[in-house]
């Protein structure tokens, strides 16, 4: 078994890949957050001056996902970034840095909860100091952003899709692109799902073929998860996996997710989200 998984290892470490890493929010280093997914702003710099400095080539999701459909060339130093949700630090901290560098990135907005100036739901408060709380983006920002950014979907509501309906499913993933459109002019062919979990599994038959029919009734080009591993030509355009970037990541990992060397990790996911992970919470 231990030969068999550093034969995989060397493997991804040989394929031609990009990589397309996730972020959410970016605290400013006076008001630091306990979230795992959330990246100090000061780690944030460092991490864009390293793709800078070694010419790593950071290209928008669609335009990785037009590599794909075309089957044009990938290489292995193709970044993509995203960032999910929608918080206001995308516009206040990331904002300036990608300008900066001329990076492109793309942001996916729960759209139910831009200009709201509350929390997101999903979040603990206790995470928090009262000073520390991440706001969602407006409406303004997002228009704003929208010259340096690739705007797309992150459903409405943020629900667990795999436990919604054919029907919900669909509204959730039209819908939300519908508002960006009314709100900024903005025409979204991109999209992420929310929380992580493998697209097939035994508790929720049929969700692959329902994302599929609803994704291509929006006319989605694209979609990104949170299942792990690099991108190839094999890739399916809505089934791209992200490595999350978080509070943890010291150079040394950002580098080696940057690098593709984190793509076995795919395999001990999927076999602790298929029979370890439960997903009551959820329902």
């Known amino acids: 078994m231990l030969a068999g998984l550093m034969n995989l290892v060397q493997h991804d470490s040989k394929t031609p890949k990009a990589v397309i890493l996730s972020y959410h929010n ?3 280093n006076e008001n630091p957050d306990s979230l795992l997914d959330s990246v100090m702003l000061d780690q944030f710099i460092i991490q864009m001056q390293f793709l800078y400095q070694t010419g790593i080539n950071v290209m928008s999701f669609q335009a990785l996902c037009e590599k794909i459909r075309d089957q044009t060339p990938i290489s292995s130093d193709m970044v993509v970034l995203t960032f999910d949700d929608g918080y206001r630090s995308t516009y206040d901290l990331v904002l300036p840095i990608l300008k900066q560098y001329t990076f492109p990135a793309t942001i996916f907005l729960a ?80 999209c992420a799902l929310p ?16 994302l599929i029919r609803a ?36 150079l040394h990992s ?30």
């Open 195 to 210: 929380y992580s979990f493998p697209i097939v599994h035994g508790e929720w038959f049929g969700f692959k073929e329902s």
């Open 26 to 28: 970016i605290c400013g």
């Open 254 to 283: 950002f580098i080696l997710k940057v690098r593709g060397f984190y793509g076995w990790t795919r395999y001990p996911q999927w076999i602790y989200q298929e029979f370890f992970k439960t997903y009551r919470d959820f329902k």
């Open 111 to 190: 759209t139910d909860y831009i200009d709201s100036n509350e929390p997101f739901p999903w979040l603990t408060r206790a995470n928090f100091s009262e000073s520390s709380e991440p706001l969602p983006l407006n409406w303004e920002q997002i228009r704003l952003m929208a010259n340096y950014f690739e705007i797309g979907s992150h459903t409405c509501s943020h629900p667990f899709l795999p436990y919604q309906s054919p029907e919900t499913i669909e509204l959730e993933l039209s819908q939300s692109q519908t508002k960006i459109r009314e709100k900024i002019g903005y025409v979204s062919k991109t």
């Open 215 to 250: 994704l291509e009734l929006a006319n989605y080009t694209g979609c990104c998860n949170l299942t792990r591993g690099y991108v190839n030509l094999e890739s399916h355009p809505y089934f791209l996996p992200r490595f999350v970037i978080g509070k943890n990541d010291t």
